[in-house]
């Protein structure tokens, strides 16, 4: 089971861009997908962004060109830079990871989280 803590996060103006950091732990090398997913009040967990264990990426067409997910494997981290942020993107922010399994197309099916950090953007 993979263990998550992510780190970051806070509020910001609508226009602005906030970083998230994420240590990750105890998941295959050899086959994943790690990312992010965040939920809103009143509002399902979706998909935001991930990287595969081959190295492709996956965004949710919402943050596309907005957001950019990177992976330190050195340090085993995965970090989620938005820009252009805007007050749909507020919500709690989840570190996230299907081991054993790949995010394409969409579908981030994540079975691991970490503990969440709150993301606020006001406009």
């Known amino acids: 089971q993979a263990r998550l803590v992510e780190s970051g996060g806070g509020s910001v103006q609508a226009g602005g861009s906030l970083r998230l950091s994420c240590k990750v732990s105890?998941?295959?090398?050899?086959?994943?997908?790690l990312g992010w997913s965040r939920q809103a009040p009143g509002k399902e967990r979706e998909g935001v962004a991930a990287?595969?264990?081959?190295?492709?990426?996956d965004y949710a067409v919402s943050v596309k060109g907005r957001f950019t997910i990177s992976q330190d494997i050195t340090n085993n981290t995965i970090d989620l830079q938005m820009n252009n942020l805007k007050p749909e993107d507020s919500a709690i922010y989840y570190c996230?990871?299907?081991?054993?399994?790949?995010?394409?197309?969409?579908?981030?099916?994540?079975?691991?989280w970490g503990q969440g950090t709150q993301v606020t953007v006001s406009g």
């Open positions: 990287i595969n264990s081959d190295g492709t990426f």
């Open positions: 996230a990871a299907a081991v054993g399994n790949s995010c394409r197309r969409g579908r981030f099916p994540f079975g691991d």
């Open positions: 105890g998941y295959s090398p050899s086959n994943y997908c």
